[in-house]
Each structure stands twice: as C-alpha cells, then as structure tokens.
C-alpha cells in the first residue's frame, strides 16, 4: 500500500532575536558563536503563543493547503517538548480548531526534537492498516533555554504540521519507507517541573547527534539499496548550522542537497519541528520526481530516516498556504528585555 503526504503546513513566528543581542547581555562572542554554530537569529514566540497555538497554525495551513474535509481526520498526534500543559493534550486543541473532532483519536508525544516524526511513523501506521483515512500529524515547540546557556542562542519556536494518507490521488509525496535507530543515551534532560533542560554540552554531538543520525540514515540506505546520489535532496536535524552539515559530509551527502531545507540558520532550532520544517522547506521547492532523504534527531536518544518521491500534485497545493520562506520574511527583531518577557524568563520567588 502506498503511503505518504497528502499536505503540510508550516508556522513560523515573526518574532526574532539575534545573536548579537543575546551575546551583548552575556558578554560573549557573537561572531564565533556565529561562525561555530551557523545561526545568526532565532524565532521567539509571542506572548499568548506557545506549542499548542503554533500547533494550530501549522495544522490550519495544512488543511488549507490540502482542502480535504477535516472529518475525514482519524488521529492527531501533536510532538513536542514544551506541551503547554503537563495534564492536558495539546492534539485536541488541534483538532477541535481544525474541526477534526469528535469521531478521532488524540494524543501528545514526546521524543525531544524527533516527537513530530515519531507522529508521523504512528500516522502511517495507522493508515496503512486501514484503521483511520487520514492522520494529521504535528512537531510544535516554543523550546527553552537557560539564560546565558548555550542552548539560549539556538533554542527557538515554529512547528510543522503533515497530513498523511493513501489514496494515492491525493498524494504531494509518497514516503517509500522509513526506519528508526533509538539508544538509551541521555544526553538531554528535564526533569517534571524544571523550567530549563539540563545536557552534557559539546561531549553530546558525538554519542547523541552524529551515533544516531549516521545509523539511522545509513539503516534506511541499506534498506532500500539506496545511495545518497540517489536523491535530489537531504534533511538532517538541525539543533544548528553545524552539525547537519557535517553529518551530511559524512555520509556522502552535498552541501546542494541539503542547502535548500536548511532554515536553522535564520529561525533557530524548532526542536520537534525541525527535521519537518526542513521537509516543508524543501517541499516548497522540489519537483515531481525529486527524492527526498530526511532523518530526525532526538535527544534521549533515537534517530527516524525517511525516504520521500514528490509527485505531481506537489504543483497544485504548494501554494494555496505559505510556504517557509514567506513565513521566514519580514522579521520583528526585538531586544534581550522583551524576548525574557516573551519566554517567560522573569519569574517572580
């Protein structure tokens, strides 16, 4: 049976921070952790915006953009690491206002920056045994960051939301296959009740990111009898500039081929919807035919690969909602005082 994405929505907010603003107040170097890092602003959410808003957004888009009726929805799955509420799902916040309900199953996931694509796995699951006609699945965060941690440079907000189906009428791109590698490697934490995440800094890339994307990536190659020449485009988690490149390079893939999903450097780490919003990105510009090879990161840790042909119909909804470059334009910069109100960063004893 085939399977695979039947639309997708983005959301960005306009809201922005440099890097140079966050440096200034710490006493940091802005240009080296721009030159390390290859981010140079990230998105700050609103005051009354957080996952479950974003969440909306996106899915909104993408019902937008597919302009199938929302009943027809049997499961919504929202991932994140800054689900609003800790007794309270954030997927019936989504499909109450997309108007999904009440015929449907909900749930939030949660799997670091690769619970939105951990969602989307679930989606076809569900799919492809005939259980529901179509899953919405959801990577929205508004993630944190200490002050003056590292993360506070990269930690950002936005999420993407994906319709996934199986009439193949429908279609914008077939998921050929996908494949998982999961560790017990905690290199990122927090715990019930903790305002900010705890990790183990620079000792993480190697056992956390690079251990698990190279295998994930190279378990779905060997899969399929695949190769990175294969395919049109790449997509790697992106927690920054740096390391998606890298990982790229070391698995034979080209700067051309990722270049075009590679948004980290203007919006910063959406966290869940980082590996998706470089899906979107890419989205927006491949042709029927093109491959697309995608892998998720999560802290904790695990790795989801995909493997993605766009198909025609790809020509017809792109633009009926906005894609991620005009989410990205036309930024509101804001300085440190107002991005602490923003996130929530001044709190009273």
């Not at 999560?298 to 119909?313: E, K, L, N, W």
Request: negative net charge.
């Amino acid at each position: 049976m085939t399977i695979g994405i039947v639309s997708y929505g983005a959301y960005v907010p306009r809201y922005r921070i440099k890097i140079e603003e966050i440096a200034r107040l710490w006493g940091d170097d802005a240009e080296a952790l721009k030159n390390g890092l290859m981010v140079y602003e990230k998105s700050v959410p609103d005051i009354d915006e957080d996952a479950a808003t974003i969440a909306v957004e996106a899915a909104r888009n993408a019902m937008i953009r597919s302009g199938v009726d929302p009943s027809r929805i049997g499961a919504v799955y929202t991932g994140s690491e800054s689900h609003p509420y800790a007794v309270k799902p954030t997927s019936t916040i989504v499909a109450q206002a997309i108007g999904a309900t009440p015929q449907m199953t909900a749930a939030d996931f949660e799997f670091a920056c690769k619970a939105g694509t951990a969602a989307v796995q679930a989606c076809m699951g569900l799919v492809g045994s005939g259980m529901v006609d179509l899953g919405l699945a959801i990577g929205a965060d508004v993630s944190q960051g200490a002050p003056s941690d590292a993360l506070e440079y990269t930690a950002a907000a936005g999420g993407v939301a994906c319709l996934i189906g199986r009439k193949e009428s429908e279609l914008a791109a077939i998921i050929e296959d996908t494949y998982s590698f999961t560790t017990d490697t905690p290199d990122f934490w927090r715990r019930e009740g903790m305002p900010y995440p705890e990790h183990g800094g620079r000792f993480t890339g190697e056992p956390g990111y690079f251990k698990h994307v190279t295998n994930g990536a190279k378990g779905l190659l060997e899969k399929l009898g695949a190769k990175p020449e294969d395919y049109d485009y790449a997509v790697f988690h992106q927690p920054n500039g740096k390391f998606p490149s890298k990982a790229a390079k070391m698995l034979g893939f080209t700067k051309a081929q990722i270049t075009p999903g590679l948004v980290v450097p203007k919006i910063g780490n959406t966290y869940s919807g980082s590996c998706l919003m470089g899906i979107a990105a890419t989205l927006d510009q491949a042709k029927p035919g093109d491959r697309i090879f995608a892998t998720a990161f999560g802290s904790g840790a695990g790795s989801d690969a995909f493997s993605i042909t766009v198909t025609d119909r790809i020509e017809e909804i792109r633009n009926r909602a906005p894609t991620v470059s005009e989410l990205i334009k036309d930024p509101v910069y804001i300085d440190y005082a107002r991005y602490a109100r923003h996130k929530g960063k001044i709190r009273l004893a």
